[in-house]
């Protein structure tokens, strides 16, 4: 007998007939003897549609407010997915991240869980109850409701796993595993039996949309063992995230491609190279709360930098804003510009730690296509490069040949 988390996406309960479906996936766990905690998202478009409402009525809705309003998405499914075990004849109870108690920060739409009191679960479980717990939401040291920020359930479902010392995490999903990159692009794209959680941090950073990376930092950081599955097809193996590389003798040199089309470019021109003129530039953009991804810095023999950053392409006009109005007279920059037509993409692999040659052969592949790099980003285990958007799909595609991803 196991302890299974298990956590259902928004396409997953998008309605009665798939609440269903997911009732009866928990029954077969249920009948083979194992203790089962599920977490469920809002129904598919119903956190954007309660968002959507709210600014109906406030433009900039208040934080505290707006968190009252959406965890209700969560709490409509707890209620539904509850019912639907009960009518299988399975005894279950549903909770919201407040009646857990899954205490967070008070940092209202982005909360980060700081505790969880699993006594009531516990309690439950050993009593043959399936608990059925709202994803997104907590509750802070003053009793107000919080949400964890978009895709905040699978974050839920790893912290309770983590919580409950559960044997599996599984994280169901419209997709059956991960791949070595999105099959939309390259339709020879390969379900990966298992990927280390190094590399599905370092995808999901750069763009992989199958897990969202507080969750796959979360369950780094308390050894949780997560298995990404699809909810839509009869039961799999799906992909394992490991700990460990295994001792895989044949682990492929790199083992999957992310891109981001969310970028854009920042570059600060002519600024005098001095100590500190990166923090004079960086400084006012983190103030601002926006997120800088890569940086590169140039110097010049006439004594002056040039200064290049990205940022979230709904964030390049404040950041153009920030720079051009409170920096450029301050330090004497030559110009500020932004480039919104920009892509990354990103090669994944803990198999580059022990082979040379990785970059040059990415590179090779680019310039044999024409396709000119804009920026490097390097780490251990990943090499991204900024590039023109319109070339992103066909620097996917040749890429993912090049390194025989598509190979078992």
């Known amino acids: 007998?196991?302890?299974?988390?298990?956590?259902?996406?928004?396409?997953?309960?998008?309605?009665?007939?798939?609440?269903?479906?997911?009732?009866?996936?928990?029954?077969?766990?249920?009948?083979?003897?194992?203790?089962?905690?599920?977490?469920?998202?809002?129904?598919?478009?119903?956190?954007?549609?309660?968002?959507?409402?709210?600014?109906?009525?406030?433009?900039?809705?208040?934080?505290?407010?707006?968190?009252?309003?959406?965890?209700?998405?969560e709490q409509v499914t707890i209620g539904l997915t509850s019912m639907a075990l009960m009518d299988l004849g399975i005894?279950?109870?549903?909770?919201?991240?407040?009646?857990?108690?899954i205490v967070t920060d008070s940092a209202h739409t982005k909360a980060r869980i700081l505790n969880i009191d699993d006594a009531k679960i516990r309690a439950d479980l050993d009593a043959g109850y399936v608990v059925v717990v709202a994803g997104f939401q907590g509750v802070d040291e003053h009793g107000n409701i919080t949400t964890l920020g978009r895709g905040g359930s699978d974050t839920t479902g790893v912290a309770l796993a983590a919580a409950l010392k559960a044997d599996e995490c599984q994280i169901y999903t419209d997709?059956?595993?991960?791949?070595?990159?999105?099959?939309?692009?390259?339709?020879?794209?390969?379900r990966l039996k298992s990927i280390t959680f190094e590399e599905m941090l370092e995808l999901a950073s750069q763009g992989s949309k199958v897990l969202q990376i507080r969750s796959v930092e979360f369950a780094g950081k308390y050894q949780v063992k997560l298995r990404v599955l699809s909810s839509f097809e009869e039961e799999g193996d799906g992909t394992l995230i490991t700990f460990e590389e295994e001792n895989n003798m044949e682990q492929p040199i790199i083992s999957g491609i992310a891109f981001n089309r969310?970028?854009?470019k920042v570059t600060v021109l002519g600024v005098p190279d001095r100590p500190g003129i990166a923090y004079q530039i960086l400084g006012p953009i983190a103030d601002a709360n926006i997120d800088v991804d890569i940086i590169i810095q140039n110097t010049g023999a006439d004594g002056t930098t040039d200064f290049t950053f990205t940022v979230h392409k709904n964030e390049l006009n404040k950041a153009l804003d920030i720079l051009k109005n409170k920096v450029q007279g301050h330090i004497g920059a030559r110009e500020i510009s932004g480039d919104d037509k920009i892509a990354k993409v990103s090669i994944v692999g803990v198999g580059m730690r022990s082979h040379v040659g990785v970059a040059s052969q990415m590179f090779r592949t680019l310039a044999e296509e024409g396709i000119n790099i804009q920026m490097i980003s390097t780490s251990e285990i990943k090499i991204a490069v900024v590039i023109e958007e319109k070339y992103m799909e066909l620097a996917v595609r040749v890429l993912h040949?090049?390194?025989?991803?598509?190979?078992?």
């Not at 005894?91 to 108690?101: E, L, M």
């Open 401 to 408: 040949k090049a390194f025989e991803l598509e190979e078992a």
């Open 91 to 101: 005894k279950a109870k549903s909770y919201t991240g407040s009646q857990v108690r």
């Open 262 to 264: 969310d970028e854009a």
């Open 1 to 73: 007998m196991a302890l299974i988390v298990q956590k259902y996406g928004g396409t997953s309960v998008a309605n009665p007939e798939r609440i269903k479906n997911l009732a009866s996936r928990v029954a077969r766990y249920k009948a083979l003897g194992h203790q089962v905690v599920v977490v469920v998202s809002a129904m598919s478009g119903e956190t954007n549609r309660l968002i959507a409402l709210a600014k109906e009525i406030m433009p900039d809705p208040d934080p505290r407010e707006l968190d009252v309003m959406v965890s209700t998405g």
């Open 175 to 190: 997709v059956d595993g991960v791949y070595t990159t999105d099959p939309r692009i390259v339709p020879e794209a390969r």
